[in-house]
């Protein structure tokens, strides 16, 4: 009974695109999705007002920029090796990474009242992320803003990430709630950053992440250990005091040294050895002897 019932829904739904007329795509248009280096079939199957030749074109699009994968009745030699025709419909094997794009195929049939029709797929290569790299400090000052940052570049659709603690999963927290809830960092799990706004001593600990999408989950990063250390405030009071007594005792010195005289003095006996040694040495006489040879 059900395959009489689909039969039959075939035939109206062929019925009202005769109605309606010209050239009509009639394969669904959803998302293409498949495992790198697996098989990707992408269908355009179409119905046409009269019985007549319609030209079909396959393009890829990324970004802006458009190129051919079918055109003139042949697949253009880039894809050639490893694309084939399944009737209208393009099957690619072994698919990359690189191949993840927009593919639109279009109809045309000029015979056709409607004589245009395209449908747009997009075709995305699954590919499971690789080991993240973790930015973690090694120390701060609490109190100060410090940013973890977790990334992997693999992934395909795109990772999301997740911090851990002492080995402790870190939850979301949007900014509004870490303030009610006493909690002093903010999660953003599509970046891969921990922020901790302020920082505090108790966030002292082991710290790595790691990378999931729907494919899979990475490797953990390596763990690595952040320290917060509380700021000494009697240890700066005190080196500030110190400080300050000792350009105070230097300034009285010097204070004292002017008002005894000593820096006049020693400047006035630089400046009496300085003429000493300008003077030029007195003339002498000179006795001449005559040696007379006998």
């Known amino acids: 009974m059900a395959p009489l019932v689909a039969f039959l829904l075939s035939l109206n739904l062929l019925e009202l695109i005769h109605r309606a007329g010209g050239v009509t795509i009639i394969s669904p248009d959803k998302d293409v999705e498949v495992k790198e280096f697996e098989t990707a079939t992408l269908p355009c199957d179409y119905v046409l007002e009269r019985e007549s030749h319609a030209r079909l074109e396959w393009k890829r699009i990324a970004g802006e920029h458009i190129s051919f994968v079918y055109f003139d009745g042949q697949i253009v030699e880039k894809y050639r090796e490893r694309a084939t025709m399944l009737g209208p419909s393009i099957v690619l094997e072994k698919v990359t990474r690189a191949d993840t794009a927009t593919y639109r195929c279009e109809v045309t049939a000029k015979q056709d009242n409607k004589i245009f029709a395209e449908i747009s797929f997009k075709l995305v290569v699954l590919v499971p992320p690789a080991t993240p ?93 952040m320290q917060i250390n509380d700021l000494d405030v009697t240890a700066i009071v005190i080196a500030v005091v110190i400080i300050t007594l000792v ?48």
Do not use: Q
């Open 133 to 225: 790299t973790c930015k973690v400090p090694s120390s701060a000052m609490s109190g100060s803003t410090v940013e973890l940052v977790c990334k992997e570049s693999e992934g395909s659709p795109p990772s999301v990430y997740t911090w851990y603690k002492d080995n402790v999963v870190l939850t979301d927290v949007s900014a509004k709630d870490s303030t009610a809830n006493n909690v002093s960092y903010t999660l953003n799990r599509s970046a891969g950053t921990l922020r901790f706004n302020p920082v505090r001593k108790s966030n002292s600990g082991t710290y790595y992440c790691d990378a999931n999408n729907k494919v899979g989950r990475s490797e953990r990063c390596s763990v690595k250990f």
């Open 247 to 294: 350009l105070l005792l230097f300034g009285l010195g010097l204070c004292y040294a002017c008002r005894r005289g000593y820096l006049g003095k020693r400047r006035s006996a630089k400046s009496n050895a300085a003429t000493r040694t300008n003077t030029p040495p007195a003339a002498e006489d000179f006795k001449h002897t005559k040696s007379f040879v006998i």
